[in-house]
């Protein structure tokens, strides 16, 4: 069956699609240790509080998630890859998809490297532009967020081996692969740090400071 074409709505509408950062989990001191904070407290969410009523934010944010590579241990779910076009079918119509995504992709087991991360980025970014789930059958934009630096690891250490060296490259990486494409980017390291309490994840502070920051940047993107 073909699918339908979503009608414009005077509601803008904007998916997050990302990792545990963007599902909002609480730096851990230990494994199994840490909660989830509270949807107003999560970077999205500070966003939704930003752009006002007149913007529709969805999150879809899953722990473990990569770019584009099944993970040995955790499930070739966390591939998203996989469920990317699911997800902005399921949503549709969508006006802009937000991608934050390539700390998983650190991961010493998945032998990744900074410039692999940046072009599974820009892979997931093809699916977007290539599908017709936006207004009027056409493409949402796109905005890839590029994660800040990972900080000191911990208990993670062992899990993130040579992950630090790698993530400092990210940034060039994927303005790299993003040159002379219709892909938006921001570098979130250019106003969060990761938090040292584990390393990879955001406290409090860095998900508001995250969420003003890109609520300016995608108010900027809806209006154009």
């Known amino acids: ?20 950062n963007s599902w909002g989990a609480e ?8 909660g989830r904070f509270a949807p107003d407290v999560r970077w999205p969410g500070v966003m939704q509080k930003i ?8 999150a879809e944010g899953l722990n473990g998630r990569t770019t584009c590579v099944d993970d040995p241990v955790e499930g070739h779910h966390k591939n998203g890859a996989r469920f990317l076009q699911v997800a902005i079918e399921t949503h549709m119509p ?7 995504l390539g700390t998983n992709d650190l991961k010493a087991r998945l032998s990744m490297q900074a410039g692999d991360i940046a072009d599974g980025a ?5 699916i977007v532009l290539g599908s017709a789930t936006g207004p009027q059958g056409r493409a949402p934009k796109v905005l890839l967020v590029v994660p800040a630096t990972l ?9 993130f081996e040579g992950g630090t060296e790698k993530s400092r490259k990210l940034a060039a ?14 570098d979130a390291g250019s106003v969060i740090a990761s938090s040292e309490v584990d390393g990879i994840h955001l406290d409090a ?19 154009d």
């Open 51 to 58: 752009l006002g009523n007149s913007v529709q934010v969805i």
């Open 94 to 100: 969508l006006d802009l998809v937000i991608i934050k």
């Open 151 to 159: 900080s000191k690891l911990g208990w993670l250490t062992e899990m």
């Open 205 to 223: 502070d860095a998900h508001r400071i995250l969420g003003e920051a890109l609520g300016a940047r995608v108010g900027k993107i809806l209006a």
């Open 122 to 126: 820009v892979r997931l970014a093809d």
């Open 173 to 186: 990486e994927f303005a790299r692969a993003t040159k002379g494409r219709n892909i938006e980017m921001f």
């Open 27 to 34: 730096p851990q001191p230990q494994r199994g240790v840490g």
């Open 1 to 20: 069956m073909e699918m339908a074409r979503a009608e414009e709505s005077p509601m803008k509408t904007v998916m997050v699609y990302g990792d545990s």
